[in-house]
């Protein structure tokens, strides 16, 4: 069985790719994980507010994997299996696939315009050789049709 792993944020190219990975998931009637990133908050002088910045955006991801994997189930009857990490996220994400060998794919959304994003950049640069599976990218740009079209 397949298993696509999506990492989430609140970014169109994000939601692009978990349509992506959603529908390819049910044609061939893999999984689902969703995996949230929240990157450590610089640093702020006080300790005691930069732990109410860092648990606000932890909340803030946790919430919003919990509503997208609510939108898959109810599409597709599956229950994504969902992962909120905090760090780099680079390392986040290698650590993670390192952790869940069952992963048989890693799908990252880029962007419409300008920099694809950090995660693609490096993934498809440098990383792609450090990769245990194989990466889809997939452009926001694509519409909801041809998206279900090529999954």
Not at 53 to 73: K, Y
């Amino acid at each position: 069985m397949r298993t696509y792993l999506v990492i989430m944020d609140e970014t169109a190219e994000a939601g692009t790719a978990l349509r992506f990975a959603s529908r390819r998931a049910a044609k061939t009637g893999g999984d689902l994980q969703l995996l949230a990133l929240v990157p450590r908050q610089q640093f702020v002088a006080f300790g005691g507010v930069q732990a109410t910045i860092e648990e606000e955006a932890r909340s803030r991801a946790e919430v919003l994997i919990t509503s997208l994997a609510g939108n898959v189930f109810s599409e597709s009857g599956k229950m994504p299996a969902i992962a909120v990490r905090q760090g780099d996220g680079v390392k986040v994400v290698t650590d993670y696939l390192a952790d869940h060998p069952e992963v048989a794919a890693l799908v990252l959304g880029a962007a419409a315009e300008g920099s694809p994003g950090p995660l693609v950049t490096w993934f498809s640069g440098a990383g792609i050789g450090t990769l245990p599976c194989p990466l889809y990218i997939v452009p926001a740009s694509l519409d909801e049709s041809r998206l279900d079209d090529l999954s």
